[in-house]
């Protein structure tokens, strides 16, 4: 039996005679082959030859490609000039959206349908933008561990996966993920576009990969590794499982707070939420809070990291909303000198503090609720505000210079609640 090719019919050849056929009919004595509409010449796959041998017609290499099991496409260099010409073998074909396909003057591909590849229905998909589903109401999301609330799988600066608490790194979905299978999804920075998060199998890992550039681990299966089901309320309700489509089984999950790519999947530590981005907005930037009742007096921070007001010294403080919850309507102080350093609630003391938000010394778990406070204008004073926490509703005030939060219960005198913010 031969097989041959030609452009705009899927053509088969059974038993020495060629049959036409507009739509793909397959039996074991039937291999059929295709080549993508607009594919017809001067494409080739890319990462897959697993060998190169000399034919001198398409059919041929059809008919070996038919013969290797391992083969699901092969690339064919049409030259009139030359007696035999390449027929490379490909151990892959095409996913939907036509990733591994380049130009290649001469050659064309043709794909074994019995392969059970996505097989990419046009070359027009070639290097198309990515189509970017508002998932849960937003496409530019984070990704929330259950096992640890307000940590976010987030890359650090060797682009690694870890979850990171209150970080605030977007990624974007793109669904179908970068494989084009339907009901699939992929993860793009948002701060470095082409960049998807992506499982490494040789290491078990979850890291964030340059697709635009030279891949140096396993070109081949990117796409694959790069590509997810979500799996919703696999196992908890309202929680999502990441199953990874370039290994089924594969899920993601963390330990140690590095991501990595494994089996393990009934625990909450593979169980994650995509919640929308909130962009911060600067809202006052670089300002100082001024003291109502000691109006010489500005907030700043002592050795001990306690908020204190002190005379004469111009700390710079920024309002950034929402606060680190992402809670509507509120705000966190950020320190100018000490960037992802906030004011925050301390109940173990009840002191306000200025600690790092990556790497809180106390109750990591509820740092963003700690830090998250709504300005109350004109509370007490007119032209002067009074800073209240939004979850525990305690007031930031000063008593001997140190600051505290406490219920407006009658322990504090109002005017040491109230400030003004300057520039």
Known sequence: MAVAITAGLVLTFCCGVINAQPSVSLNLQVTTFRQPALCTRDVKLQHSVSRVLQFKSITECAHECKSDATCLSFNYHHDSDNETNSCEINTRSSDRRGNQLVYSSGYSFNEKLTSGGFGTSTCELRNSNFVYKKYEKEYTVRIESKNYPNYYISPNAANEAYILQND????????????????????????????????????????????????????STFYEDATFWAREDYVYAGWTHFENVGKPGTFLSHGSYRVS????????????????????????????????????????????????????VTTKWNFIS????????????????????????????TFINLEDSVNPSYSPSTFAQDATFYIREHKWYSGWFAFQNAYNSRYIYHYYYVCYAKLDDGSFVHYDASFRIMN
Not at 196 to 219: M, V
Not at 322 to 329: C, D, I, M, R, V
Request: proline share 8%.
């Open 322 to 349: 929402p606060g680190l919850t992402g809670l509507e309507g509120t705000f966190s102080i950020e320190s100018v000198e000490h960037p992802n350093y906030y004011f925050r609630y301390r109940a173990d003391s």
């Open 261 to 312: 790519c494994g089996t393990s999947w009934n625990t909450p530590n593979a169980a994650f939420q995509i919640i929308p981005f909130v962009p911060f907005v600067l809202v006052y930037k670089e300002v100082l809070i001024q003291s109502y009742n000691y109006q010489a007096y500005d907030l700043s921070v002592d050795g001990n990291s306690r908020i204190k007001i002190i005379s004469g």
């Open 168 to 219: 605030r790194k977007p990624m974007k979905v793109v669904s179908p993920g970068l494989t084009g299978e339907p009901g699939t999804i992929s993860f793009e920075s948002g701060d470095s576009p082409g960049w998807f998060l992506r499982c490494r199998h040789d290491t078990a890992k979850l890291d964030l990969w340059d697709s635009t550039s030279t891949i140096d681990y396993s070109p």
